[in-house]
């Protein structure tokens, strides 16, 4: 499974990833196929009066065979990726979160089973302590599951503006360090 990770996105400032990796797909073969779909939270009230402009502070997870899978930072090297019920992000995580929508993106041919193998090889790349506000934080896992699971990326206007901040480091100087990184 290690092929599925070798590759990283191009970046562009404005709209996130730029490429595609259905060619990295593999279909499980006799397989069923079970919808992908990604949960998105707002993070900050702000949300209501930015996201019109196109930006905004989310959380997501991707949600598949009944389970939520998302990725968050804290100081161990192992993994940060975990699992939730569905749409409960406010319950599990805390007030600050409230679910905004759900986005079915496609269909996997995984069995809950590779996606348990694929869960567990993500959280190589998706260690709590890389976390990162800008360059690794929950918008890019599920982004980089869901391109796996289906080959489809997540929506540019769920991370855009990560990828914005990210782009102009005066920006990302002026946030608090420890929003940018687990402590």
């Known amino acids: 499974m290690s092929m599925f990770f070798n590759r990283m996105p191009l970046l562009n400032c404005f709209s996130g990833p730029t490429e595609s990796c259905e060619e990295l797909l593999p279909l499980s073969a006799g397989s069923s196929k079970e919808p992908v779909i990604i949960n998105v939270y707002d993070l900050f009230s702000i949300n209501e009066y930015v996201v019109p402009l196109g ?3 989310f959380h997501t997870g991707v949600q598949v065979y009944g389970t939520e899978y998302t990725y968050g930072g804290h100081s161990l090297s192992n993994t940060g990726i975990f699992e939730m019920p569905p749409r409960s992000a406010e319950q599990e995580l805390g007030e600050h979160f409230h679910y905004r929508q759900s986005i079915q993106l496609g269909h996997t041919h995984f069995t809950r089973d590779e996606v348990h193998r694929i869960v567990e090889q993500l959280g190589w790349q998706f260690t709590g302590n890389s976390y990162h ?4 934080n929950c918008n890019h896992f599920t982004d980089s599951m869901a391109r796996i699971l289906c ?27 420890e929003w940018l990184t687990p402590m």
């Open 55 to 57: 930006l905004g502070i």
């Open 133 to 136: 506000l800008t360059n690794n």
């Open 151 to 177: 080959g489809r990326q997540i929506p540019g206007w769920i991370n855009r503006l990560a990828y914005f901040v990210g782009c102009v480091p005066f920006l990302e100087r002026c946030l608090p360090p």
